[in-house]
């Protein structure tokens, strides 16, 4: 049932203009999702709360790499990240991106809403720019405090 939520980019954007049209409020977040935790889970749900449909965009294996997340990186292939992401019901449509920053995917998607998680300060975001163009507003939301990837991962590790 949840791969029906994965589009490419260019079919998604053009799935928006219907919905869009229908007066619908997109957000978007985008990140890498390696170990889906409740970090994650939780500024999804804040996410949703901030518009109709929200559209996560999934670094794809090759851009997780040249992030410099270590070289285990990405523990999780693409296609399964996407799948897990796209379980969740507060996530209507997941898309993969293969650059490094979502700005090709901003512009494309064109969304209303623009959510990243506390660790940025929305002047600093690469993306801002492409996200003022289309007229997005920028939201950046708390972060659940214990909870990152590289954190889990470490304290795996010892």
Do not use: W
């Given at each position: 049932?949840?791969?029906?939520?994965?589009?490419?980019?260019?079919?998604?954007?053009?799935?928006?203009?219907?919905?869009?049209?229908?007066?619908?409020?997109?957000?978007?977040t985008?990140?890498?999702?390696?170990?889906?935790?409740?970090?994650?889970?939780?500024?999804?749900?804040?996410?949703?709360?901030?518009?109709?449909?929200?559209?996560?965009?999934?670094?794809?294996d090759?851009?997780?790499?040249?992030?410099?997340?270590?070289p285990?990186r990405?523990?999780?292939?693409?296609?399964?990240?996407?799948?897990?992401?796209?379980a969740?019901e507060?996530?209507?449509?997941?898309t993969?991106?293969?650059?490094?920053?979502?700005i090709?995917?901003?512009?494309?998607?064109?969304?209303?809403?623009?959510?990243?998680?506390?660790?940025?300060?929305?002047?600093?975001?690469?993306e801002?720019?492409?996200?003022?163009?289309?007229?997005?507003?920028i939201?950046?939301?708390?972060l659940?405090?214990?909870?990152?990837?590289?954190?889990?991962?470490?304290?795996?590790?010892?």
């Amino acid at each position: 049932m949840a791969p029906a939520k994965i589009l490419l980019r260019e079919r998604l954007a053009h799935a928006l203009e219907d919905l869009r049209r229908d007066g619908k409020r997109i957000v978007l977040t985008n990140g890498c999702y390696d170990l889906l935790h409740l970090g994650h889970v939780r500024l999804l749900q804040q996410a949703k709360t901030l518009g109709d449909l929200l559209i996560v965009a999934v670094n794809s294996d090759a851009s997780v790499r040249r992030l410099n997340k270590g070289p285990e990186r990405p523990l999780t292939p693409e296609e399964a990240r996407a799948e897990v992401l796209a379980a969740l019901e507060c996530v209507d449509f997941v898309t993969i991106f293969d650059e490094d920053t979502p700005i090709e995917t901003i512009l494309a998607l064109r969304p209303d809403v623009h959510v990243k998680g506390g660790d940025y300060r929305a002047e600093e975001l690469p993306e801002a720019s492409a996200a003022r163009e289309v007229g997005a507003e920028i939201r950046i939301l708390p972060l659940v405090q214990g909870f990152s990837t590289t954190e889990l991962l470490r304290r795996a590790r010892s």
